[in-house]
């Protein structure tokens, strides 16, 4: 089965620097999300992404987040200026179809540790 | 607003002996409701899906799942444990009144003892 691939497995960084987490999506994928998972917290979303725009965002998602598909096949999470509370499981998923498609495919997460 | 709750944080169960992972949802609209599973190392996986057709589902691995819509349930079950059964296991719903994207239950931990 095709599969989200996502680099580094493991970041850690110092609070205040920027980060750059990694996923390849499946090929002919359209959608793109984000989710995250704060130790001991559920998975929560974070920002969707279809035809290079956001189509919808968590409160979660502010001016420090940003999401870029730099070419045809990566799509990148930026933290411009890490804080702790930003230390988490971070997955990336898609999905060929859009919000009514329901199969999403997940990576297996980056664990970014701010220190 | 639309939210889940996974009765129980671990499971252990025996070999060969019945799994029954409960889930509870919250939804003002018709949801979607959905298992994922992540076992180490490994991305989520989606095990089965309810989508307003039939209330009973059969999903991948021997695992099936029930919507009881007056119980506001959709617990996961599986007649005979496997030790690859052992993972975490994700309820979630999803409803176009929430702008279709995923919540998530707080996970249930498998543990399967031979």
């Known amino acids: 089965e095709p599969e989200v691939t996502q680099t580094p497995s493991h970041q850690v960084t110092q609070m205040g620097q920027e980060v750059i987490l990694r996923c390849v999506p499946i090929?002919?994928?359209?959608?793109f999300y984000w989710y995250r998972q704060i130790l001991g917290q559920k998975v929560e979303f974070l920002v969707s992404?279809?035809?290079?725009?956001?189509?919808?965002k968590s409160e979660i998602f502010d001016d420090q987040f940003s999401v870029e598909r730099p070419d045809g096949s990566n799509f990148t999470l930026k933290i411009r200026s890490t804080k702790l509370e930003d230390s988490a499981m971070y997955f990336c998923?898609?999905?060929?179809?859009?919000?009514?498609?329901?199969?999403?495919?997940f990576g297996s997460g980056t664990q970014l540790s701010v220190l | 607003a639309q939210s889940v709750t996974q009765l129980d944080s671990h499971v252990s169960v025996s070999e060969g002996t019945p799994v029954l992972l409960r889930c509870n949802y919250s939804?003002?609209?018709?949801?979607?409701l959905f298992w994922y599973v992540q076992h180490p190392n490994k991305g989520l996986q989606l095990l089965l899906k309810y989508t307003s057709a039939a209330t009973l589902v059969k999903g991948i691995n021997g695992f099936e799942a029930e919507f009881k819509k007056s119980e506001t349930s959709f617990h996961l079950t599986k007649p005979s444990a496997h030790m690859s059964d052992a993972a975490e296991y994700f309820c979630?719903?999803?409803?176009?009144?929430?702008?279709?994207?995923?919540?998530f239950g707080g996970g249930t931990r498998v543990l399967v003892k031979p």
């Open positions: 998923a898609s999905s060929r179809q859009g919000p009514t498609n329901e199969k999403l495919f």
């Open positions: 992404f279809y035809n290079n725009e956001i189509s919808e």
């Open positions: 939804s003002s609209y018709s949801p979607s």
């Open positions: 090929s002919n994928h359209l959608y």
């Open positions: 979630v719903v999803r409803s176009k009144a929430a702008g279709n994207k995923l919540t």
